[in-house]
């Protein structure tokens, strides 16, 4: 191979090369590689302390959740006994008003038969039970009102009773053995 030198031009090594104008350094690439790692690091942290926080967030709620679940049932079963108590005032009230119309049949049939009706005997009342501070059962066992005697006492609050509520509103217990 020949070589063609001149003297007046300066050698060149090899080491060195003549960098391309416009065209980025290997260190500058590395910086914004590294700039570019470092970014995408943080927003990987900041999102995993945002999920975690979430997660607990989620939890802490689930919990609140079961508890509504056991305030549901304790509110459900005082509505059962208030339920019971207006359904026992209600079949007393309705044995009160038969009887009252059984005693006012009755005077219209001895007037019909010309018999005088006694104008200051006042009608016949089944009396109310007193059922504040106990159960229906406890009532119905301590001879409260002998109107109970031949009815059986409405269910109470029991687990053993099934509580059925009809399309008309009407709710009725049904003892589950």
């Not at 509504?68 to 044995?95: C, H, K, M, P």
């Not at 019909?112 to 016949?124: K, L, M, N, S």
């Amino acid at each position: 191979m020949t070589m063609i030198s001149e003297p007046d031009v300066p050698a060149i090594e090899l080491g060195e090369q003549e960098k391309a104008p416009g065209k980025p350094s290997r260190a500058r690439t590395i910086a914004f590689v590294a700039v570019g790692a470092v970014l995408v690091t943080v927003v990987n942290v900041t999102a995993a302390v945002y999920l975690y926080r979430g997660v607990n967030d989620l939890r802490a709620l689930e919990a609140r959740l079961s508890q509504l679940g056991q305030f549901e049932q304790r509110i459900g079963a005082r509505i059962d006994t208030v339920n019971n108590g207006f359904q026992s005032r209600f079949e007393t009230l309705d044995r009160q008003l038969q009887a009252s119309f059984g005693h006012i049949n009755g005077n219209i049939a001895r007037l019909e038969q010309g018999q005088p009706v006694a104008a200051d005997v006042e009608t016949p009342r089944a009396p109310e039970p007193d059922f504040a501070g106990t159960t229906v059962a406890e009532a119905d066992s301590a001879g409260a009102s002998p109107a109970f005697k031949g009815k059986a006492a409405p269910p109470g609050p029991n687990p053993s009773y099934q509580r059925i509520q009809q399309a008309d509103g009407k709710v009725y217990y049904k003892k589950i053995n």
